[in-house]
Each structure stands twice: as C-alpha cells, then as structure tokens.
C-alpha cells in the first residue's frame, strides 16, 4: 500500500512541475508576443505621423521653392499601396533623405518657421522609431530563441507559433536571401 501511495504521490508531484513549467513557458511567449504586438502598434502610429509630417514638408517646399512636384511622386503614391510596415517605413526614409538634400540645397526653408517645426518633428519621430524598432527587434528575438530552444519548442509547436522576422525585413527562416542584401 505505501508503495502504490508512493508511486501516486511522485506522479502527482512530476504532473504538477510539468504543468507549472508549461505554464511559465506559455506566459513567456504571450508575453513576448504581446511586446512585439504593442511595439508594432506604436511603429504604424509613428510611421503614420512621419508620412502626415512629409505631406506637410512637401506642400511647404513646392510653395516656397521651384522644385517641381513630381519630384514627390513616390509620397503621393504611397497611400494606394498595400506594403508592410518596413516597405512603408523605407520608402519613408527615401523621401526624408530627399527632403535633407532640397533643404541644403534651398537654405532658406531653415527660416520658415512651419518647415523648421515640422523638420524637428520629422527628427524627433526618427528617434522614437529607432528605439522602437530595437525593442520589437530584442523582443522577436527573445520569441524566436524560445521557439527554437527546447522545452519550449514543443509548446511553441502545440500553439502553432512561428519565428517572427525582425523589422528591418530580414528572416533567418525563409529562403529569401535578397532580404540581407542592403
């Protein structure tokens, strides 16, 4: 009798650090995936904010300056394309690069007081996407390391996750090698 109480208790206590493990693991996903979720949400509002701030750069500089407007097709087109959130954010940075060329160019927009605000705006909305995009990039990370680590691979296969790619569009897991070249 002692020896089948034994044998029940050690099956009772093996099943209970297994469920507690399970559930430490499964709580450490849902919150790393939670991390990128939230980290996602705040890179579209930036990004939204930045193209908001462009469109207003570019009406100031086609007002006050002869660049012609077709120089900012590719902002104008941007709205009518469905692209990720790291297409949308590169093609962003192409316009602000350009942006940063007319204004050494055209010194005199520096004096325009809604180009300087915006501008500033502009740099104060690239350094919140930056910090933003290191804590999605550390968060996916964290996720894929525990996806691909045992034991928690097995709980990741059970609720069917999968590697995330990190926001500068590359993935380790896909057999798109274009995705490294710069």
Partial sequence: MNEVLTFFLTFVVLIGVIIIIYIILYNNLQAYKIKINEAENVIDDLLRKKYDSLIT???IIIEKTDIDKKAFNNLNNLKDQNISSFDFERKLTTI???IE???LDHSKLEEEENFSQEYED???LN???EA???FYNRYTSLLNKL???FPSNILAKVHHLEPHAYFDGKDLYDN???DFKL
């Fill in 127 to 129: 350094e919140r996407l």
């Fill in 147 to 149: 996806i691909k680590n």
């Fill in 57 to 59: 750069i570019k009406k």
């Fill in 176 to 178: 798109n090698k274009e």
């Fill in 96 to 98: 602000n690069k350009l």
């Fill in 122 to 124: 502009i740099f104060k």
């Fill in 101 to 103: 060329q007319i204004l």
């Fill in 132 to 134: 933003t995009k290191n």
